[in-house]
Every structure is written in C-alpha cells, then in structure tokens.
C-alpha cells in the first residue's frame, strides 16, 4: 500500500465521505450512506464546493478514500481581524486507525490554515467521543472554551 494522498473532494468522493461519517455510534444515527446517495448530500457537497473558504478533503489511498475532514476558513474583526481554520467532520477508516493517518490529515490541514494566515486553528468534538478528545489533546489542542449547540432540526 502507497502512502494516502490529501486531497480536495470532488463529487465522486461524495458517498465514500457520507460512509465514513455514518461509521460510528454518533454517525449511525445521523447520516444515511444508502444508495442512491440523498441529494441533500450531494447539494451540500457543491455549496462547500463552491464556497473558496470551505475545503472538504479526503486522503486517498489507492484511489480508495480512507480518511476526510473538512476545514473552513473563517474572517473575524476580534483579535485584530484574524483569520481561524475550523476543523471538523475527522473521520479515518476502521481499517486506518492506529496507522497515524488521522494526525497526518490535522496536521496537513494546520499547515493549509498557515498558508491562508491563520492566526489559530479550533475544533470541536463531541463529549461522548473520549478517544477523540484524547488524540487531539496529543496533537497540542486544549479545551479552552465550551462549545454550545441549538439544534434546528
């Protein structure tokens, strides 16, 4: 096997991405991976498309997608006007976890928040996943602030 391969998603990757976030306990619940794929996927896929702040981006191991995350850049007046890189939606394949393949998609992505002049990159996770908040603490993020949520659902 080659080394995965970051890339952005294009509309194939669609369903293999959908799959990967509904591969776990909170996932199974939320997303729908059924064929055909729900259009609300793919309309969501060509606004992230569309949008030069928003990266959706998946690691391609032998033209399999084994990995995704998307990064979003967002402006803000505080601190300056800085800009911050948001993180989320970090999902590797049952089959890659433990390779290090998740710390090198955040790592890759940090570096793509440098080159857009990120003064800080955030993230969230939700507290039901401990291992999650254990790998990106590894990684160097603290859990500085509460993050709050109103679903419109």
């Not at 909170?26 to 949008?51: M, S, T, V």
């Not at 006007?81 to 433990?98: D, F, L, N, P, Y």
């Not at 507290?127 to 990106?136: C, E, G, I, N, V």
């Amino acid at each position: 096997m080659s080394t995965p391969v970051f890339r952005r998603a294009t509309e194939a990757d669609v369903a293999p991405i959908v799959a990967l976030l509904a591969d776990d306990g909170l996932g199974q619940g939320r997303e729908n991976p059924g064929l055909p794929l729900d259009r609300r996927y793919l309309d969501a896929f060509a606004a992230l498309d569309a949008d030069p702040n928003q990266l959706l981006v998946v690691a391609d191991q032998d033209g399999t997608v084994v990995g995704t995350l998307q990064l979003t850049f967002v402006p803000g007046l505080s601190r300056l006007g800085m800009w911050r890189g948001q993180i989320e939606a970090v999902r590797v394949a049952a089959s890659e976890r433990g390779t290090g393949l998740g710390g090198a998609m955040v790592a890759w992505a940090i570096e793509r928040c440098r080159e857009r002049g990120c003064g800080l990159v955030q993230l969230t996770t939700d507290k039901s996943r401990a291992d999650a908040r254990r790998f990106y603490e590894r990684l160097g993020f603290v859990a500085s602030h509460e993050g709050m949520k109103l679903s419109l659902a």
